[in-house]
């Protein structure tokens, strides 16, 4: 029966896989080993398995410096039986040893959601959400600057790479994260599932700015453009950490939400922070477009001077109130 | 601090006197000395001086005369502030305010301080450019004379004040001022600096006082105050709402100009300069009295405004977006403090007028907390049907009833046009 050999860093990840048929396997720094390992403080000649006439393995220290080991951190004397897919260290040096009987996991089939994830990594759909993005900033900047204001247009162009290259830090860091845990980076997917989600934000902006002015700045529209908001933010973290995170899926989604729901709150703590500070001045919706853009009925001026009695009631009722 | 906002200016007005005058004068100031106090506001937990002014003793009835302004704290803070007198001789004694007038900035107080000789209320008016002496204690150093000149009634104001010429300074507040027999013409009240002060007529006393002598001393001032308000106020609004509108034009449309004698209205614009490339034409116009009803409180003013903004060579999403920054912030022009008032409360929507056009309109309200049915309203409204002009109008009132306010804001929607 044949054994196989992990060799495994620190963390417990596989670096070399081997696999012997003999009855005993010798172990250390020494060239004349039939595993050669590289720890300094594992011996030239450190340790030997072999395998006892029931076929059990069994692990036996060469009287090393700095002993052997068996999960879970037992000193081996002279030697010890090892179970299939045992860990054992010689010195510091973490090795799994499995008979070639051993179970493995069935196999996984493709993951659908994965799959479409990483269809974002296309470069041409990066190249277009960029194009997009960068778009959208220009006509912000182009709707609030005055075309004689050469000098503010150049330096806030000058900017826009700058952005671009801070927005792409998020999809780095977790490229870099998943390369350190799980050899693979997908940064342009990440690249791409980040890039969309600031896509679909901006275009969510910009209709609720509509439907803001078309409904008169009415309470729910704010309500909508905060759910929705925090749903975007959401979906985006959940698609971003489905490609980096080796979690079960609830764990991601959980995670996600957490995230967006912090960054969210951050958000409207800040605005109630203000909010106290202006609490004098009048609020109101000042969202102007042109008339195009109205998609309710406009009331008529009497209507709209009989609503106002409701404002006198309802700030006479509140004169005695302190806060 | 409203009772030493006063100019100080250092100018030698006895000079010019004739020797006559000075004559009179020294003998006024050696004869009326004695019954001129000055009236000191006392934080009672620190026992300082929170504020001075002026006062004076009536000859009938034994009343001390000073300026409502000066002893406000007193009069709706009682529990923090007492009143405290000090005439000549170092003497001191308690105040005690009994009643008040805060349209004309008057307030009487009853004093155990009763000195022989008093003043007397002057039934007439001087004639313009009579030398008429304002009496009073400026900035704390001393009961001092100051000789001016009678220049008639303010001529554009709402409430009548006495135009004098002459330094009146801050301390001043509330201090009598006479004519050359000694009698009192006039209350100091207030000064736009230079020479140029500001007197409570002796008529408005004297009615304050018939009121006085009817109905006694008053239980409750802050219901006493709020009618004054409103009265003051229905007065006000009744000469604006039946006064036929004079319009003026305005960019591609008419508003209202100076309605009544006592709105004034100023205006400005940028289009010569080629800058910007959004045109703004303004016109402000306001009756800006205001009524004093605490250090920070005050009421009783008008403000209007009209802005016209047009510009050519913006595309009408860029025009819209510039648009909406001029109309983002509003804020009232009477100084209230959140015990004072409530928050503001909106109401915000596309509004068509009844010729058709649309425009944004924004109505907010907030209650007096310690004034029943009064308010201060503010309305903003912008054109819509333009892409690359617009018109905005706007107005605040303050220490208003609801019915005024809506009343107000009718007759000002339909006499703002776009032509």
């Not at chain 1, 410096?65 to 068996?70: A, K």
């Amino acid at each position: 029966m044949a054994v196989i050999i992990e060799v495994l860093n620190k963390q417990h990840k596989v670096i070399e896989r081997h696999k012997f048929a003999q009855q005993q396997v010798a172990f250390g720094r020494a060239y004349d080993n039939d595993v050669i390992l590289y720890d300094k403080h594992v011996c030239p000649h450190h340790a030997s398995l072999q395998q006892d006439e029931n076929g059990q393995w069994l692990l036996r220290d060469l009287s090393s410096m700095n002993g052997s080991f068996i999960e879970p951190r037992e000193q081996v004397q002279q030697a010890q039986a090892l179970r299939s897919g045992q860990i054992c260290w010689l010195g510091e040096q973490a090795l799994r040893i499995y008979d070639d009987q051993h179970q493995v996991a069935p196999a996984q089939p493709f993951n659908r959601i994965e799959q479409k994830l990483l269809k974002l990594g296309h470069l041409g759909l990066i190249a277009t959400l960029l194009l997009l993005v960068l778009l959208e900033e220009v006509f912000s900047l182009w709707l609030v600057l005055p075309d004689k204001q050469q000098a503010q247009w150049s330096r806030s162009l000058i900017d826009l790479p700058l952005m671009l290259l801070v927005l792409t830090l998020w999809p780095a860091a977790l490229a870099m994260w998943s390369k350190l845990n799980q050899h693979e980076a997908r940064f342009l997917p990440q690249l791409g599932i980040t890039f969309c989600g600031i896509a679909v934000m901006a275009l969510w902006q910009l209709l609720m700015t509509i439907l803001n002015f078309s409904l008169d700045g009415a309470e729910t529209v704010a309500w909508l453009r905060e759910s929705g908001r925090l749903i975007l933010i959401v979906l985006l973290l959940t698609a971003n950490f489905y490609l980096a995170l080796q979690l079960t899926v609830p764990k991601k989604v959980m995670l996600a939400t957490g995230l967006g729901l912090i960054l969210s709150l951050q958000s409207m703590g800040l605005s109630l922070l203000f909010d106290d500070m202006r609490r004098m001045a009048p609020r109101f919706d000042s969202s102007l477009l042109p008339m195009s853009f109205y998609l309710s009925k406009p009331v008529s001026a009497d209507e709209f001077a009989k609503a106002s009695d409701e404002l006198f009631s309802s700030t006479s009722a509140k004169r005695a109130d302190e806060d | 601090m409203r009772a030493l906002w006063w100019w100080w200016c250092g100018l030698l007005l006895l000079g010019s006197a004739n020797p006559v005058a000075a004559d009179s004068a020294e003998q006024l100031f050696a004869r009326y000395e004695p019954a001129l106090l000055q009236v000191r506001v006392l934080e009672k937990a620190s026992g300082a001086k929170a504020s001075i002014g002026t006062g004076f003793v009536l000859e009938q009835p034994n009343l001390l005369v000073t300026n409502y302004h000066v002893v406000s704290e007193a009069v709706l803070f009682p529990d923090k502030y007492q009143l405290e007198y000090l005439a000549v001789g170092q003497k001191k004694g308690q105040l005690k305010v009994v009643a008040v007038d805060v349209i004309n900035d008057l307030a009487l107080v009853s004093t155990d301080y009763q000195p022989e000789q008093r003043f007397s209320i002057q039934n007439e008016r001087p004639v313009q450019g009579a030398t008429i002496y304002s009496l009073g204690n400026p900035h704390d150093l001393g009961m001092i004379l100051v000789p001016g000149t009678y220049n008639g009634l303010q001529k554009y104001s709402f409430y009548p004040r006495i135009h004098f010429t002459g330094a009146v300074n801050a301390g001043m507040s509330g201090g009598p001022t006479v004519d050359a027999a000694g009698k009192v013409v006039g209350v100091n009240v207030a000064s736009a600096g230079n020479q140029l002060g500001f007197l409570v007529p002796a008529d408005a006393l004297q009615a304050l006082l018939q009121r006085f002598i009817k109905d006694g001393e008053v239980a409750d001032f802050k219901q006493q105050i709020d009618q004054q308000l409103v009265s003051s106020q229905q007065k006000m609004f009744e000469q604006i709402l039946s006064a036929d509108w004079q319009l003026k034009d305005f960019g591609p449309g008419k508003v209202p100009d100076e309605v009544v004698p006592f709105i004034r209205c100023w205006g400005e614009s940028n289009v010569e300069k080629n800058k910007d490339q959004l045109k703004k034409v303004a016109a402000f116009c306001s009756q800006s009295e205001e009524i004093f009803l605490s250090q920070q409180f005050t009421t009783g003013r008008i403000e209007m405004q009209f802005e016209w903004l047009h510009a050519p060579d913006l595309h009408p999403l860029q025009f819209f977006s510039r648009y909406q920054q001029n109309i983002s912030s509003a804020n009232p022009d009477n100084q209230a403090g959140k015990e004072d008032v409530t928050a503001f409360e909106c109401q915000h929507k596309v509004v068509q007028q009844p010729n058709g056009q649309h425009a944004k309109t924004v109505f907010c309200v907030r209650a007096y907390r310690n004034f029943a049915g009064l308010f201060d309203a503010l309305y903003l409204s912008a054109s819509l049907d333009h892409d690359k002009q617009g018109l905005i109008s706007h107005f605040t009132l303050s220490g208003i009833t609801q019915q005024t306010a809506q009343a107000f804001s009718r007759k000002f929607s339909e006499a703002v046009l776009w032509q």
